[in-house]
T-cell receptor, first 112, second 116 residues
């Protein structure tokens, strides 16, 4: 089972920031938070990941709360091409082999 | 930049037929995966291969077999297709299942399989 909880859908106006929340209250100390997105039945695309510090790259920013029980993916200026399903995933680093487990994600609709 | 390549892209099978989905990656990744995605659902892991020569079951392995032919290739076989296996299948690869850079996974474009 996925260890994250996300809202099933969200809308965002084009040009505005899209803030996608994710709860991961059972996250362990060695688990990363990953975000992927899937545009219209294409293969999922990596966006960003983090452990405990906030992260930013050319696609998005990831804000992780101090207790690490939740995080927010921020698309600063959403465009119509950002319409997709966004997956928040937690995955450990360390002993054992644990592939990523995808939940149902959040369907983000960017509206003109 | 080929990345992860899957074949075929579309396939229609009759119940009971067998087929193999092929996957190859050119990124020298150690780990490879097969996921399936049913309409309106998230991805579910079928099998994965942490490294060449090893394979492990995922969430939904029943009805499937896999072969890690070499470091580049990871095939998924349906021995006796059933309508419940109608789905979109995604192959993926990553440098390692677990690594210091985390699990950045690269996906293929998907294979649409219909079993009638």
């Amino acid at each position: 089972d996925a260890k994250t909880t996300q809202p099933p859908s969200m809308d965002c106006a084009e040009g505005r920031a899209a803030n996608l929340p994710c709860n991961h209250s059972t996250i362990s100390g060695n688990e990363y938070v990953y975000w992927y997105r899937q545009i219209h039945s294409q293969g999922p695309q990596y966006i960003i990941h983090g452990l405990k510090n906030n992260e930013t790259n050319e696609m998005a920013s990831l804000i992780i709360t101090e207790d690490r029980k939740s995080s927010t993916l921020i698309l600063p200026h959403a465009t119509l091409r950002d319409t997709a399903v966004y997956y928040c995933i937690v995955s450990p680093r360390g002993a054992g082999n644990t592939p990523l487990v995808f939940g149902k994600g959040t369907r983000l609709s960017v509206i003109a | 930049n080929a990345g992860v390549t899957q074949t075929p892209k579309f396939q229609v099978l009759k119940t009971g037929q067998s087929m193999t989905l092929q996957c190859a990656q050119d990124m020298n990744h150690n780990s490879m995966y097969w996921y399936r995605q049913d309409p309106g659902m998230g991805l579910r892991l079928i099998y994965y291969s942490a490294s060449e020569g090893t394979t492990d079951k995922g969430e939904v392995p029943n009805g499937y077999n896999v072969s890690r032919l070499n470091k580049r290739e990871f095939s998924l076989r349906l021995e006796s297709a059933a309508p419940s296996q109608t789905s979109v299948y995604f192959c993926a690869s990553s440098e390692e299942v677990l690594g210091i850079f985390g699990n950045t996974i690269y996906f293929g474009e998907g294979s649409w399989l219909t079993v009638v």
